[in-house]
Antibody, heavy 119, light 111 residues
């Protein structure tokens, strides 16, 4: 059974880069879609983007200029980088598998990690 | 791409049925049969409950069912149980560069 676990700093200063890693266990990252999704306090979920096999990425246009998702098949991990962060980027960040089909459904998810942007 | 609209809260007594709506546009919910629903207990990982508008993953109780009509998708929970108390989020493929848009989220309370 595939399990996902997010890791990374819980506090990031404004204007710096948020970096998170999702470690996948119980299955290979190869040939699956891998996503990042976030939930700001008191708000709904927001899809950030996905990566597939290191050859294909797509990002939410609202974040596209600041976000990069990368995949490390040797470590069975994928990562999120969000630069020039502001208070508005404070959120619980989730990683999720989108499955092997282009028509994704997010399953499973990690438990999420809270990232606070503050000086 | 605007978030899909869900009621902020829905409540019901044990054993009752409740329905959560998820309203979008012809560019998302209405344009594709690709709505999914997620149950989220605070502090835990969200769980897929319904995909492709009405399909239930193995292991999900048949008390959960999904449907779609026009630009509105719905999740029905029948035989409401205390463990169903959670937040529920819908999500739709959009066919645009946004790819996926989530709903505003609904808190389900079991009275």
């Amino acid at each position: 059974q595939v399990q996902l676990q997010e890791s990374g700093p819980g506090l990031v200063k404004p204007s710096e880069t948020l970096s998170l890693t999702c470690t996948v266990s119980g299955g290979s990252v190869r040939s699956y879609y891998w996503n990042w999704i976030r939930q700001p306090p008191g708000k709904g979920l927001e899809w950030i983007g996905y990566i597939y096999n290191s050859e294909s990425t797509n990002y939410n246009p609202s974040l596209k200029s600041r976000v990069t998702i990368s995949l490390d098949m040797s470590k069975n991990q994928f990562s999120l980088y969000l630069n020039s962060v502001t208070d508005a980027d404070t959120a619980v960040y989730y990683c999720a598998s989108g499955g092997s089909s282009f028509w994704q459904r997010f399953d499973p998810w990690g438990q999420g990690t809270l990232v606070t942007v503050s000086s | 791409q605007s978030a899909l609209t869900q009621p902020a809260s829905v409540s019901g007594s044990p054993g009752q049925s409740i329905t959560i709506s998820c309203t979008g546009t012809s560019s998302d919910v209405g344009g594709y049969n690709l709505v999914s629903w997620y149950q989220h207990h605070p502090g835990k990982a969200p769980k897929l409950m319904i995909y492709e508008s009405s399909k239930r993953p193995s292991g999900v109780s048949d008390r959960f069912s999904g449907s779609k009509s026009g630009n509105t998708a719905s999740l029905t929970i029948s035989g409401l149980q205390a463990e169903d108390e959670a937040d529920y989020h819908c999500c739709s493929y959009t066919g645009s560069s946004t790819f996926y848009v989530f709903g505003t989220g609904t808190k389900v309370t079991v009275l």
